[in-house]
């Protein structure tokens, strides 16, 4: 493995590419080795190192933070490596979500600057670190990217990671853009049910359209476990504002719905609606499959959702109300109306 704690601030980061957009293959086939052998302190150590790093380097030298460009995607590559290995059953998931915390806790960093007083450490995806500049949409392209290939359970360490740092609101909660991705492929495509106990390892050579809902079905109920009161207030608002715009765009199944039919894409008080109902239609799947494990993840996730919306007497309520006869007397939204 190569020296993971060999960068100097008084150098750019080792590539000297400034700004291109990517970690370095180096430190991404070295920040997976290390997360495969289960070594978190040393990564650990090399995400303090590169925020130290970064730090000094843009004090110290009178360059441009663009020069630092890559060292941003490769601390970032380095926390989502740790997100699909360490158990999503362990305390030291939430530390890596805290370490993150920390870091946006350090504020916009800023130098002395002889004529204006004052510089700040501005990106095109925001301020260092304040707005933890390409947090977002680094971790949902490598969620794109990876989760078909990912195992079952690196899959839900993954989501459960995600879903947690989502739920801290970090970088304009934009990193809920990962949950639309998902719910359209477990809630808004149409699959087979599968089975829990379906051979789901790691598989390079996995695509998309081979999945059923039961492999997916864990991590979106993580998603709406850890983060759900997060995505009742973007659907409140109608929330779209995705790093692409395929990323919003509703599964096939929702499209063509009665409820599709009323909403934008994105986050919408509609298409949540079509995913509490797809619930309830994957308790039915799963009983009569015999997963009783997978039932009660989406029964739980049923519960979550009515308890979270009802607490805040939320938007959704009043659009459900408001939507005819077709919605409101649909026996998967009954648990909506008051007195239930």
Same mark, same amino acid.
Request: with cysteine; charged share 25%; hydrophobic share 35%.
């Given at each position: 493995?190569?020296?993971?704690?060999?960068?100097?601030?008084?150098?750019?980061?080792?590539?000297?590419?400034?700004?291109?957009?990517?970690?370095?293959?180096?430190?991404?086939?070295?920040?997976?080795?290390?997360?495969?052998?289960?070594?978190?302190?040393?990564?650990?150590?090399?995400?303090?190192?590169?925020?130290?790093?970064?730090?000094?380097?843009?004090?110290?030298?009178?360059?441009?933070?663009?020069?630092?460009?890559?060292?941003?995607? *490769?601390?970032?590559?380095?926390?989502?490596?740790?997100?699909?290995?360490?158990?999503?059953?362990?305390?030291?998931?939430?530390?890596?979500?805290?370490?993150?915390?920390?870091?946006?806790?350090?504020?916009?960093?800023?130098?002395?600057?002889?004529?204006?007083?004052?510089?700040?450490?501005?990106?095109?995806?925001?301020?260092?670190?304040?707005?933890?500049?390409?947090?977002?949409?680094?971790?949902?392209?490598?969620?794109?990217?990876?989760?078909?290939?990912?195992?079952?359970?690196?899959?839900?360490?993954?989501?459960?990671?995600?879903?947690?740092?989502?739920?801290?609101?970090?970088?304009?909660?934009?990193?809920?853009?990962?949950?639309?991705?998902?719910?359209?492929?477990?809630?808004?495509?149409?699959?087979?049910?599968?089975? *829990?106990?379906?051979?789901?390892?790691?598989?390079?050579?996995?695509?998309?359209?081979?999945?059923?809902?039961?492999?997916?079905?864990?991590?979106?109920?993580?998603?709406?476990?850890? *983060?759900?009161?997060?995505?009742?207030?973007?659907?409140?608002?109608?929330?779209?504002?995705?790093?692409?715009?395929?990323?919003?765009?509703?599964?096939?199944?929702?499209?063509?719905?009665?409820?599709?039919?009323?909403?934008?894409?994105?986050?919408?008080?509609?298409?949540?609606?079509?995913?509490?109902?797809?619930?309830?239609?994957?308790?039915?799947?799963?009983?009569?499959?015999?997963?009783?494990?997978?039932?009660?993840?989406?029964?739980?996730?049923?519960?979550?959702?009515?308890?979270?919306?009802?607490?805040?007497?939320?938007?959704?309520?009043?659009?459900?109300?408001?939507?005819?006869?077709?919605?409101?007397?649909?026996?998967?939204?009954?648990?909506?109306?008051?007195?239930?």
């Amino acid at each position: 493995m190569h020296d993971l704690l060999r960068d100097s601030p008084g150098l750019p980061p080792r590539d000297g590419s400034g700004g291109s957009g990517a970690c370095n293959p180096v430190d991404r086939a070295d920040f997976e080795e290390a997360a495969r052998a289960g070594d978190f302190n040393l990564l650990r150590s090399v995400t303090y190192s590169r925020t130290w790093a970064v730090t000094q380097f843009y004090c110290r030298s009178g360059n441009s933070i663009d020069n630092c460009e890559t060292h941003l995607h *490769s601390l970032w590559y380095a926390y989502y490596q740790c997100a699909r290995h360490v158990s999503n059953e362990s305390f030291e998931q939430d530390r890596w979500v805290l370490d993150i915390l920390r870091t946006r806790g350090r504020g916009p960093l800023t130098r002395h600057a002889p004529a204006a007083g004052v510089d700040i450490a501005r990106t095109p995806d925001g301020t260092v670190w304040n707005d933890l500049p390409f947090l977002a949409t680094d971790m949902t392209e490598y969620w794109i990217k990876d989760y078909a290939a990912m195992g079952s359970k690196q899959r839900l360490k993954a989501a459960t990671f995600l879903a947690k740092l989502a739920s801290t609101r970090v970088a304009n909660d934009r990193l809920c853009q990962i949950a639309l991705v998902l719910f359209r492929h477990t809630f808004e495509t149409v699959r087979p049910f599968g089975s *829990s106990s379906d051979p789901d390892d790691e598989d390079h050579r996995r695509t998309e359209g081979v999945f059923t809902t039961a492999s997916l079905l864990p991590s979106a109920c993580a998603w709406i476990r850890e *983060s759900g009161h997060n995505i009742i207030l973007l659907s409140e608002v109608s929330w779209n504002n995705c790093s692409r715009s395929i990323i919003g765009r509703g599964g096939h199944t929702f499209v063509y719905s009665e409820l599709g039919q009323r909403a934008p894409g994105g986050f919408s008080p509609w298409r949540w609606l079509y995913w509490l109902k797809r619930l309830h239609e994957i308790v039915d799947e799963a009983l009569k499959a015999d997963e009783k494990l997978l039932a009660e993840q989406a029964a739980k996730s049923i519960d979550i959702m009515l308890s979270d919306v009802k607490e805040r007497n939320s938007r959704i309520l009043r659009v459900f109300e408001a939507a005819g006869d077709a919605v409101t007397q649909d026996k998967d939204l009954m648990g909506l109306k008051k007195g239930w």
